[in-house]
């Protein structure tokens, strides 16, 4: 079973940018996505990308979030600027369709206003 470790969250102030990564203990040859939840709402996805690097993005973050793939580091990227407080939430990486591995720990993203 594929594990997955995600990283790169932080605190920042609204318009700043951070980078996430997630990184699979095997080869990942799925379609991949992040997701996020906040606190007391549903876990949603934000940004996908497919084994050859087709990407696509929830309404919210097109144009600020942008998806990227290392299949030979079995890593998976999330490019965020221009963040917003309403990006606060915890990060996670997992496959775009099921059967999903097994939810890592995730990757807390604070942003202030």
């Known amino acids: 079973q594929v594990q997955l470790v995600e990283s790169g969250g932080g605190l920042v102030q609204a318009g700043g940018s951070l980078r996430l990564s997630c990184v699979a203990s095997g080869r990942i040859f799925s379609a991949m996505a992040w997701y996020r939840q906040a606190p007391g709402k549903q876990r949603e996805l934000v940004a996908a990308?497919?084994?050859?690097?087709?990407?696509d993005y929830v309404d919210s973050v097109k144009g600020r979030f942008t998806i990227s793939r290392d299949n030979a580091k079995n890593t998976v990227y999330l490019q965020m600027n221009s963040l917003k407080p309403e990006d606060t939430a915890v990060y996670y990486c997992?496959?775009?369709?099921?059967?999903?591995?097994?939810w890592g720990q995730g990757t807390q993203v604070t942003v202030s206003s």
């Open positions: 997992n496959k775009r369709r099921g059967p999903l591995y097994t």
């Open positions: 990308i497919t084994s050859g690097g087709s990407a």
